[in-house]
């Protein structure tokens, strides 16, 4: 399950109250110092909120291992040092179902479908002025980077959600409440059991 939507739509929140496995796609992330790292036009600022600062190839190569070895290592990543601090192993067992969240989520969906390891895309959205208050706070109390940086990226991000939500469906997630997704996720858990009892 791919779940996607703006920074501080709640994925986390909705990961860790479903119950299943997680992979963090932001641990994906590049570190500071990539020379690939897009830059915010007009600005100094490397934009975290590109599709270029996160290494998709590596996130879908932990996914594939994920499903079919059931374990795999991931990166440990450090967001206020914009770096990868070690690693660890990643074990979800014999699960049929688990969760790979994160902002760019949407970007592999298509990836996904095609190496045959999808089984639904969602993408949460709770309106820019709820989004722009929970990420601002969190981000704040996690010490992710300066105050500064947090206003301009949030204001940015505030303005652009709509746009944002819209390029994340059109890549093929589904748009939904917090509500609507955790249904939706207890129901395809449910449902990949009862086919994994019925083979077996």
Avoid: N
């Avoid at 600005?43 to 795999?72: F, K, M, N, Q, Y």
């Amino acid at each position: 399950m791919l779940l996607c939507g703006p920074s501080g739509s709640g994925k986390s929140l909705v990961a860790a109250r479903s119950g299943l496995p997680v992979l963090r796609l932001d641990d994906f992330y590049k570190e500071g110092d990539d020379p690939t790292l897009p830059l915010v036009e007009g600005s100094s600022d490397i934009d975290w909120d590109h599709p270029e600062s996160w290494d998709a190839d590596v996130a879908v190569g932990a996914i594939t291992r994920l499903c079919a070895a059931g374990s795999t290592p991931v990166p440990v990543y450090d967001i206020a040092q914009s770096a990868r601090t070690g690693e660890e192993t990643l074990r979800i067992g014999r699960t049929p179902l688990f969760i790979a969240e994160g902002i760019f989520a949407a970007e592999i969906v298509e990836r996904c479908r095609e190496l045959g390891v999808l089984a639904d895309a969602l993408c949460l959205s709770r309106g820019p002025v709820v989004t722009f208050r929970r990420r601002f706070l969190r981000d704040l109390k996690e010490g992710r980077k300066s105050v500064p940086f947090l206003l301009r990226r949030g204001w940015r991000l505030m303005r652009a959600e709509r746009s944002i939500v819209a390029r994340q469906v059109s890549l093929g997630a589904h748009p939904c409440d917090r509500d609507e997704a955790l249904g939706r996720l207890a129901a395809a858990a449910a449902g990949r059991q009862a086919r994994q009892r019925t083979v077996a």
